[in-house]
C-alpha cells in the first residue's frame, strides 16, 4: 500500500570527519521516501524552488517515487548547513535557510489522496495538522518531530499526537517532550498524550519502542522491544539516519497487509538496516544505489548481531 | 567451575533520587561475586576491616561464596560515597577512603589456587597483574578497569591486557583506552592490546561483545553481538550494575562445559539479566534475594524485548 510523506526536501552543506560537501540533495522527506521506496509505492509533498532541476527529480523517479505533490516555487529551495565535526551523534546546525519553505502551504493532489499511510516528517506541526486534516481516511498515521517544536511550539504539537498511531523521535526528544529524564517513564507520558505507540531512536545504540493498549488490534499492551543499530568502522555523514530509518519502518509496514508485533518488530529492524546504509555515504549517495539483496543481507545481519539462536554459532 | 574474583569489599554511602543509604555492603568483589553464585561456585579475594560483621560475611556464605580469601585487617574498610542525584547513569564520586585497601597485597588461599575461572575486578592493574601470576593454570581470565588507570597507569595496565581473555569496560573507558571515539576503531585497537574479546557496556542501552580471531577455539572472528538492557520504570541505585552484568555473564560462561559463540551470547544476556535486578534496590539487597526462577523469567523477558520471533507475536 502506497505511503504519503509530506516533509522537507532541500539541499545541504555538510561536514564530518570524512569531508565536506555542498548543496547535496537531502531533506527529511528525501531520505524518508527513498528509504521507504525498497518496500511499496512512495508519494511525496514538498515544495522546491528553481534550483531543484531535473536531474534532482530522476534521484525519486527512478526509485518510482511519485513527484507530483513537490510543488515548484519561486526562489531557493530550503537548505542546511550542518557539520558533525566535532560530535557524530549530533548535528551543529551552522545555517538554515528556510527559502521557498517558509510560505510552504502543503496541498494533496488528488491523485494521492488514497494514500493508505502518512508520514508527517519533521516540520511544523501546523502543516503537519493541516497535511492529516485531508486524509481523513488513512489508515495509519506515523510522524516526527524535534525539540524546536517542543520547547516553541507544544499546544500545536499536542494536536498532532493527539492524531498519530507512531510517534518516532529520538532519545532527548523524549526526554523533553515528556518531562522527565527515565525513558520509560517518558515513554508512558507521551503515550498518554495520544501516539497509539512510540519509537525513541537511539542513535548507534539502535532504538526502543514502547506500545500502549491500543498499539494493536487486540488491545493488548506488550512490553518494549529493542532493535540494535549495526556497530559501523565508519559514519561518513550521519544526516538523515533518522528518516531513513523511519522509511524503512514505514515502508516495510506499509507493505504488509495486517499490522502485529511481529510485523512491527520485523520494521523495527528494516528502519535499523536503512538508517545502517545512510551513513555510508554523503547525503542520500548510498540510499539510491543499494539493492534489495543488500538489503535483505543486512537483514539477516542484524539478526544474527542480537539473537541468541544464530546459525554459526 | 569455580570463579575466583579479586577486587573490593567495601561499604558505600550512596544518594540517588530514590533516596540515601549509608555503610551499605559493596564493593565490586561483593556484587560480581553474589551476581556469579547463582551460577557457580564462586571464591572472594579482598580485604576488610573490623568494621566488616559476621553478619556482613553471612551475606556471602548465605550464598555460598567462600570467604577464606577475604584479608581481615587492621582499620576501616574501604569506604565510597557517591552521587546519581544529578545523573543516574554517572556516580559523582564525593568521597574515597581506600582504608585497609591501601596496603593491600592480595594473597590466594591454597585451597582456592585450583579456581578455572579469574575475575580480576576494578583495582590497581598492580594488583591484577599479582593476583593473574599467581594462577598460572587458570582456564581463563576475564577483567574490569577504569579511567583513572587507563589515564595514569597506562603501563601497567597494558601487561594485564595482555592477559585477559575478556575485557569488560564502559563506553567511555573504551574510547579513551583506545583514543578513538568510533566504537568499532577503539574495540579493533582494544582487541590489538591483548584481550581476545571485548564486551563495551552502554549502560541503559545494553552491551556489545567484540570477538578477535582468539575469541574462540576455531580461530574465527564473528561480527559484533548485541545484548539489550531492560528498560527500567525505575533505578533506585545503580551502584554496582556494571559488577553485577560481569558476574551474571562470567558465572554463567564458568557453568558451561565449553565456550562457544552460543554460550558467549546466552552469558550476555544473563549479564543484563543481573544488571538489572541490581539496581532494583540500593546496594545487594536485590541480589541477595533474587531467586533462579525470577532469573531464568528475567532471561525470557530479555529474549521476549530482543528477538524477532516471539511466543505472543
Known amino acids: 500500500m502506497s505511503i504519503l510523506v509530506v516533509g522537507s526536501v532541500a539541499f545541504d552543506n555538510i561536514q564530518t570527519p570524512s569531508g565536506t560537501v555542498e ?8 531520505h524518508f521516501s ?13 515544495v522546491v524552488g528553481k534550483d531543484f532541476t531535473a536531474e534532482h527529480e530522476a534521484v525519486f523517479t527512478r526509485r518510482g517515487i511519485d513527484t507530483e505533490g513537490i510543488e515548484r516555487a519561486d ?4 537548505h542546511w548547513t550542518g557539520s558533525y565535526v566535532n560530535n557524530l551523534n549530533e548535528a551543529q546546525t551552522l545555517g538554515t535557510d528556510l527559502n521557498v519553505f517558509q510560505t510552504f502551504d502543503p496541498k494533496i493532489p488528488e491523485s494521492c ?15 503537519q495538522a493541516r497535511v492529516r486534516s ?10 516526527d518531530t524535534m525539540n524546536y517544536w517542543i520547547a516553541d511550539h507544544a499546544t500545536n504539537l499536542a494536536k498532532v499526537l493527539r492524531e498519530l498511531d507512531v510517534l518516532l523521535i529520538n532519545d532527548g526528544e523524549a526526554r523533553m517532550l515528556a518531562g522527565d529524564r527515565n525513558l520509560v517513564m517518558a515513554a508512558n507520558k507521551i503515550l498518554s498524550m495520544g501516539p497509539k505507540t512510540l519509537i525513541v531512536k537511539h542513535g548507534e545504540y539502535g532504538a526502543t519502542s514502547f506500545f500502549g493498549e491500543r498499539s494493536f488490534d487486540n488491545a493488548r499492551a506488550l512490553h518494549p522491544f529493542r532493535a540494535p543499530a549495526l556497530p ?20 516495510y509496514l506499509a507493505s504488509q497487509p495486517e499490522l ?23 547525503g542520500t549517495e548510498r540510499l539510491q544505489n543499494v539493492t534489495r539483496e543488500e538489503i535483505d543481507e543486512r537483514f ?14
Chains 1, 2 share one sequence.
Open 23 to 30: 548543496n547535496c540533495l537531502g531533506g527529511a522527506a528525501t
Open 34 to 46: 527513498l528509504a521507504a521506496s525498497y518496500f511499496t509505492d512512495v508519494r511525496v509533498i514538498g
Open 75 to 78: 526562489g531557493l529551495s530550503f
Open 113 to 127: 489522496k488514497d494514500s493508505e499511510y502518512l508520514f508527517l516528517a519533521n516540520i511544523d506541526p501546523v502543516l
Open 134 to 143: 485531508q486524509m481523513p481516511k488513512v489508515r495509519m498515521v506515523c510522524g
Open 232 to 251: 559501523l568502522a565508519e559514519v561518513v555523514d550521519p544526516t538523515g539516519a533518522g528518516d531513513s530509518f523511519a522509511g524503512g519502518f514505514y515502508g
Open 260 to 282: 502485529t508485533p511481529a510485523v512491527f518488530r520485523t520494521a523495527m529492524f528494516y528502519g535499523g538496516v536503512m538508517g545502517s546504509f545512510a551513513v555510508e555515504r554523503f
Open 300 to 313: 539477516k545481519l542484524f539478526k544474527e548481531i542480537s539473537h541468541l539462536e544464530y546459525a554459526n554459532a
